[in-house]
């Protein structure tokens, strides 16, 4: 796991959702990203608007928080329970 997580600048939330390039990998069957950071600017579910990302340390206490959601079931199908709904 990488030390560092994307959040969005302007509320500091990282549910963000960014646009890559990607490439078809016929043998994998498999998407493969080639540029991650396309675009200087990402989906904030908790803004509800396109922001400008950033590089934040991602702590302990993160990678529990992490731990915890992934072990538990995320009610309407939402990938994060402090998602915000748009």
Not at 39 to 59: A, T
Request: hydrophobic share 35%; aromatic share 8%; glycine share 4%.
């Amino acid at each position: 796991m990488s030390d560092t997580k994307l959040v969005c600048t302007q509320c500091g939330d990282a549910d963000i959702e960014v646009l890559v390039w990607a490439i078809w990998d016929r043998l994998k069957q498999d998407w493969v990203i080639v540029d991650p950071y396309h675009d200087d600017e990402g989906w904030c579910s908790n803004c509800c608007d396109r922001m400008p990302y950033g590089e934040q340390e991602f702590s302990l206490k993160d990678k529990a928080q992490l731990a915890i959601e992934l072990n538990e079931e995320v009610p309407n199908g939402s990938t994060s329970p402090n998602s915000a709904s748009c």
